[in-house]
Nanobody
Framework: QVQLVESGGGSVQPGESLRLSCAAS????????MGWYRQAPGMQREEVAT?????????AYLASVSGRFTISRDNAKTTLYLQMNNLKPEDTAVYYC??????????WGKGTQVTVSS
């Protein structure tokens, strides 16, 4: 069956960095669009970054993370990454990995907590 397993979350201070990973199995990873989403307490889930299918993919970012976050994929390892630099308290949320095709996300991970606090 399809599994998306996130890792790399944690508690950091403002200005620090984290790298999230999403290990995928059960899908033809290379042919799936991938994305990172987040949901803070009491807030709706929002799209953080997406990356289209293929060897490299085209990235897209939420405006508030552009220039600080970088999404990437390693098709050989069927893993998606999110490098998060200069983290801010407003980045605190549960981060989810998702995979899909044809413009919609079909599969979701269970999430990893990111907390940014001084």
């Amino acid at each position: 069956q399809v599994q998306l397993v996130e890792s790399g979350g944690g508690s950091v201070q403002p200005g620090e960095s984290l790298r999230l990973s999403c290990a995928a199995s059960g899908i033809d990873f290379r042919h799936y669009d991938m994305g990172w989403y987040r949901q803070a307490p009491g807030m709706q889930r929002e799209e953080v970054a997406t990356l289209t299918s293929g060897d490299f993919g085209y990235p897209a970012y939420l405006a508030s993370v552009s220039g600080r976050f970088t999404i990437s994929r390693d098709n050989a390892k069927t893993t998606l990454y999110l490098q998060m630099n200069n983290l801010k308290p407003e980045d605190t949320a549960v981060y989810y990995c998702a995979a899909g095709r044809w413009g919609g996300m079909e599969y979701w991970g269970k999430g990893t907590q990111v907390t940014v606090s001084s």
